[in-house]
């Protein structure tokens, strides 16, 4: 199985997870960093991780110890590496970063509205900022485009200004 695909369905498992866990249900989670990119990218660097950015406050310490206190739970704790094993028994390491330590970059390098998004959306960075990810009704998540559904992300950013300032060093 491609490296990619194997990564994407262990972030689509962990999504699914967290969305079973009651305090977590409402939880808004985005997929960042090399997995979002390669996703759009794929001739470019690859990577071994997922990387989530989550709306919980208390992320990553409070999400780990409860996604490691679930029966039978697919998640380790190796050191300072958090590891979920996946169906075919690969351990695929899962950082987790809480919103509020990047509250610009999620809201403007994803493209989110200025209220928390539905529950049941998940967006990813694009080079168009308007892809997404979502779970639909049945539990399964999917990659979708903003075509694809009239929840998804409905304006680009802003740019942000090159303005220079004034008595700055080099």
């Known amino acids: 199985m491609d490296a990619r695909v194997r990564l994407e369905r262990a972030a689509a498992d962990v999504i699914v997870i967290l969305k079973g866990i009651a305090e977590y249900s409402e ?8 997995l ?4 759009y990218i794929q001739g470019g660097r690859g990577t071994q991780d ?3 950015i989550i709306s919980i406050d208390s992320a ?23 590891l979920y094993e996946d169906r ?24 989110l509205p200025a209220q928390v998004p539905p529950a049941d959306d998940y967006w990813t960075w694009s080079d168009e900022y308007q892809n997404w990810y979502h779970m639909d009704d049945d539990g399964t998540c999917e990659w979708a485009s903003p075509g694809e559904s009239s929840t998804g992300p409905s304006q680009k950013p802003k740019k942000p200004s090159k303005s220079k300032s004034k008595g700055s060093r080099r």
Do not use: C, M
């Open 27 to 34: 939880a808004s989670i985005a997929v960042i960093g090399g």
């Open 36 to 39: 979002a990119l390669w996703k």
């Open 50 to 52: 997922v990387d989530f």
């Open 60 to 82: 990553p310490h409070s999400v780990k110890n409860k996604l490691l206190a679930l029966p039978n739970s697919p998640f380790i704790q190796q050191a300072q590496y958090f």
């Open 88 to 111: 075919e028994g690969n351990y695929v390491q899962i950082d987790i970063t809480p919103a509020w330590q990047s509250e610009d970059w999620w809201r403007q390098r994803l493209g």
